[in-house]
């Protein structure tokens, strides 16, 4: 996994570095602004005139750093220092005069036309209020700007724990973080504004390294799903899965493939009896079908028995016969339990049932069923992702997945996942299926919950990217997910 911070946990993390390790300021910043400049050459920005927009701040004085490794390379470079001079931190301070030694060229006023590259080292974490006078300006300005941007730790003017925009912000086309990625680089906005998004490392060190509150997945987790060469078709899984309706088959086609082809061995639909003919393309499913007067508490409990975990939810339509199975299935399970789609909005007004359910719960909501479920609007959502979705995970007693362009995962505690793969295309009917089908097939093979829904968001993420290179963002099916899914799992 990769950890994610604030803006004060990496301030705390900086301090720490520096006062109890003992490592200079002045050395991180060093290699803050080498890791800068090494980057903008590698990504081929083109260096042939560079201004270098400065703050007041330490932000500012990594700015004055990569003017003098630029001006050393033999770059042509300008440095605009904004903010008042008596605000300067001691950094700051030392790397002007430092500059000024090398005979940088300092500028007062200037021209964005005239140059191919500009580095915004305006503000970095530091940023504490709504940008107005001067850096507003100067931030304006640069929207005329035909070259290319190179952020510095963070476009100027995105904040750096929630990734709103504080009045006015760049849009960097590459960005620089350093030793961790902050909060505000991968939620959005502030994730378009950074553009391309490196992580660099600057020698930031903690001793008592504690979990992280937040945390991105990698192919680290995927890599630790393995296959038992003895294993049999029990070992690996069953999966009862609630799905389709009379007018629905797809919904439950896609979840249900994508169960089997994250490695679940058995698979069971539960869906009305209309269907059945409908199934013969998918003859590796086992059918539980049911009808309008089925005795659905029988139905319920026997599968249960049977399966190692429960799903409910794809194109499942709201019927009372669906309801039904909704409620006995939180009434009875007893192993953990995946609730989407149709199963989300049944939800609504089930709390309490919800509340006393045996097993462990995800529930997986795009942000319109979050929405309906919870009174909370998207807009809401997208001002406070990360203490929304957890303080609703805690009031529901459940663990939430919240499907958006960052998913984000939380059960409740100081532990949150956000999301950082996937893209656009994914935004297709029938994509959420197949994460449910995934997480399920996960859950099956014995990973826990919260693995399983922090894995199999990666897992969707990942295929998702893979579908696009395929078939491009805007033509990829759900089915396509589905495929590359398996390819993802195939390659690891
Ligand atoms: N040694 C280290 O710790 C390392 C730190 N590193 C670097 O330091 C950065 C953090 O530096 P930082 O803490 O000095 O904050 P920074 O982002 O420069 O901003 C503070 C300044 O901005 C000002 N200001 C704030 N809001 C404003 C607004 N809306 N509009 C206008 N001004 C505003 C505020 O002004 P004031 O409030 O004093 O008027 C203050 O002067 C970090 O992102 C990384 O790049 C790396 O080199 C690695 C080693
Ligand atoms: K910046």
Redesign the pocket.
């Known amino acids: 996994m990769e950890e994610i911070v604030t803006g004060k946990q990496?301030?705390e993390l900086?301090?720490y570095t520096?006062e109890t390790m003992g490592v200079p300021?002045l050395v991180?910043?060093e290699?803050?602004?080498l890791q800068v400049f090494e980057s903008m050459k590698k990504e081929g920005l083109p260096l042939s005139k560079v201004l270098v927009l400065c703050?007041?701040?330490?932000?500012?004085?990594?700015g004055v750093v990569i003017a003098r490794l630029l001006f050393l390379a033999g770059y042509q470079v300008h440095v605009c220092i904004l903010?008042?001079p008596e605000?300067?931190?001691k950094?700051m301070k030392t790397q002007i005069e430092i500059g000024r030694n090398y005979g940088i060229s300092f500028v007062k006023t200037f021209c964005v036309h005239e140059y191919t590259t500009i580095v915004d080292?305006l503000?970095?974490?530091?940023?504490?209020?709504?940008?107005?006078?001067l850096?507003r300006e100067t931030i304006e300005k640069l929207q005329d700007f035909s070259g290319k941007i190179a952020a510095?730790?963070?476009p100027s003017?995105i904040d750096a724990d929630t990734g709103a925009v504080?009045?006015c912000a760049v849009r960097a086309d590459l960005t620089v973080t350093?030793a961790y990625k902050k909060a505000g680089l991968c939620l959005y906005p502030g994730a378009a504004y950074a553009g391309k998004l490196l992580t660099a490392d600057?020698g930031?060190y903690h001793k008592d390294k504690r979990s992280p509150e937040l945390f991105a997945c990698t192919d680290r987790e995927l890599k630790k799903l393995t296959r038992k060469p003895d294993g049999n078709k029990g070992s690996f899984g069953k999966v009862f899965l609630a799905a389709g309706s009379r007018e629905i088959f797809g919904a439950a086609y896609l979840s249900g493939q994508a169960a089997l082809r994250s490695g679940a061995g058995m698979l069971k639909l539960c869906t009305p009896k209309e269907n059945r003919g409908l199934f013969t393309c998918f003859p590796e499913a086992m059918l539980a079908l049911y009808e309008d007067a089925a005795d659905m508490e029988n139905l319920v409990r026997e599968n249960l028995c049977w399966a190692d975990v429960a799903g409910i939810g794809p194109g499942l339509g709201t019927s009372p016969q669906a309801e039904r199975l909704l409620e006995t299935l939180l009434k009875y399970a007893d192993k953990p339990l995946v609730i989407d789609a149709d199963g989300l909005n049944l939800l609504k007004g089930k709390e309490k049932l919800l509340k006393s359910c045996k097993a462990p719960v995800i529930l997986t909501p795009h942000l319109g069923e979050f929405a309906r479920m919870t009174g909370i609007s998207v807009k809401e959502w997208k001002k406070n992702p990360l203490t929304i979705t957890k303080e609703t995970a805690k009031k529901l007693g459940v663990l939430l997945v919240c499907k958006d362009a960052r998913t984000i995962i939380s059960r409740g505690t100081e532990e949150t996942c956000i999301n950082l793969c996937g893209n656009d295309g994914m935004a297709t009917a029938g994509s959420g299926d197949v994460l449910t089908g995934l997480i399920l097939g996960l859950l099956a093979q014995g990973l826990s919950p919260w693995e399983a829904a922090c894995t199999g968001v990666y897992l969707h993420g990942k295929a998702g990217d893979l579908a696009a290179e395929k078939k491009g963002r805007a033509a990829m099916l759900a089915g396509d997910i589905l495929e590359a899914a398996g390819e993802i799992l195939k390659e690891l």
């Open positions: 990496m301030k900086d301090a520096i300021s991180l910043m290699r803050a602004g703050g007041s701040g330490n932000n500012g004085a990594d903010g008042n605000h300067f931190t950094e080292a503000l970095g974490v530091g940023l504490s209020r709504e940008v107005s006078g850096y510095v730790d963070i003017g504080w009045g350093f600057v930031i």
